[in-house]
């Protein structure tokens, strides 16, 4: 399993993941500072804003696309039927390559840690939350592409439908919300829409409420809402790995 | 003539590929001919359209809000007033004040008071900036946002109340709204007001020629300081006291007995 992950930590390297994220994020922190110079009043807060939510988004677009790409490619380079040849099971195949690409995820997000906890003054204990937050969804994001790429085999359409889980978590916040709106819309029939959103509910997981820039500028987290991501995350990730298992086993090679 | 008319069509039927493959350059000539007519009939009818040229734009809905934040309120708040400080921006130089629908900027701040309302961002653009409009009718908008935003919480926003009172002295000339702001700010009860929040009543008071009003209220912060329910330092009593002989000579000249105030 160790090689696995060092196998993912490597091809990282070679895909150019970290430099070319770098490369983005350090373009990202610039237009970020940019933007808040340009504000009235509270520049550097603003810019502590843009910095985060553009690197958070910056990290996962480029994560999934790691993800979907690498799996896919190891499919057809028969690289997967190559390590299972191994004494390896299928289990630890997954954990190993989850590993990897958890562990590349966390080498790309600590030196944006360690940038904005020297550059500006901030509220530290809101960031450490952020920090934590981020990873937790990202780690929830890699599961998923990785659950999709074993699935859907085309990394574009493993691409797609993560982008698209992403997307649908963000806004479970505004869905969760429509379900009480439901009975104010005349035009719909009463709770179809409600009963709709309930579904979508159920299925995916609250990332709308991980990461919050504002831990960060205010210091005004809720602490009922820190126990929601770790319960959410400790509850949903092993949902995606236990489903890449499942779907991992009875593929035949 | 019918036998001719049986052979084209079996022509057509049998050798539909043959009769494509040598005339479809004419077909698709025609083709071109008539999706060029059909483009100078639409630039024709779409000549006078002109994108909406909203130097504000309507404000976005609590609904569109939520889903534009995708969870988080705080980039999205920051992003909006990046827009909102820069509306008016048409790409050739800045619009004048006056021009823009002040009526959409009072719902674009209150649309963003629901994103954050720790921020100073938009009660300043609406102190320093909004304000500057050279129609005063606009100012009631400004000053109506203003109350919003401070009346949550006085404590915390009195320096937004003193900006209402003075664009509404200033500015608009309203005394009577000047001194409904310095009643609201004077409320307050922030360790970091200065003494002044509390004397601005007597101040528009005065200015108003109700020199009975401002003696009361600064009679009464002297009261509070001699009691010792309020600590006043040497230099604002001796500031008082001068206020106070002032309004004093002129209620004597007015034949006005201060102790009926």
Known sequence: MGQILKYILKNGLRDKLYIGLFIVLAISF????FLGSTMMVEQNTSSVAFVLAISRTVVVVGMILFVCINVSRAFDNKEIEFILSKSISREQF???????????????????????LSIYDINYLGLLFWFVSVLLENFIVISFALLSSLILKNSFSAILASLGFYAISRLMGMFVMGIDFNDN?????????????????IIFPRIDLYSQTSWVVYGDWNKTVLFIILFQSIIYLPLLIFMSFHDFKKKQF | ??????????????????????YSHKIFFWF???????????WKLTEKYRNSSD?????????????????????????????????????????????????????????????????????????????LSQNKNHLNYVLQYLDEHSSRDIDKNWWW???????????????????????????NTAKDAPIWTHQMPAFISNSKGDSCLAFK?????????????????VEEMNFMRHFINDILIKLKKQNFNPANC
Not at chain 1, 30 to 33: D, T, W, Y
Not at chain 1, 94 to 116: D, E, K, R, T, W
Not at chain 2, 89 to 111: P, Q
């Open chain 1, 30 to 33: 610039a237009v970020s500072i």
């Open chain 1, 94 to 116: 997954i954990l190993g390559y989850l590993g990897g690409f958890f562990i590349a995820n966390l080498l790309i997000l600590l030196p944006i840690f360690l940038v904005i």
């Open chain 1, 185 to 201: 819309i005349s035009a719909m029939k009463q709770g179809s829409i409600g009963f709709a959103l309930k579904i979508l509910s």
């Open chain 2, 1 to 22: 003539m019918i036998l001719k008319r049986n052979n084209f069509k079996d022509f057509i039927v049998r050798d539909f590929k043959l009769f494509f493959y040598i």
């Open chain 2, 32 to 42: 071109f001919l008539v999706t060029f007519v059909l483009q100078i009939f639409f």
């Open chain 2, 55 to 131: 130097l504000v734009p309507p404000s976005p809905s609590a609904r569109m809000l939520k889903a534009m934040s995708f969870g988080d309120n705080e980039i999205l708040f920051r992003s909006l007033v990046l827009r909102f400080q820069n509306s008016g921006d048409i790409f050739a130089g800045f619009v004048s004040l006056k021009n823009y629908d002040y009526k959409r900027i009072y719902e674009w701040m209150t649309a963003l008071d629901k994103l954050n309302q720790d921020s100073r961002l938009v009660p300043s653009l609406a102190s320093y900036y909004f304000s």
């Open chain 2, 161 to 187: 109340l003193f900006q209402a009172t003075f664009i509404a002295k200033k500015d608009l000339q309203d005394l009577d709204k000047a001194l409904y702001f310095a009643n609201k700010l004077s409320q």
């Open chain 2, 217 to 233: 209220v600064i009679k009464n912060l002297i009261d509070e300081s001699q009691s010792g329910k309020r600590q006043i330092s």
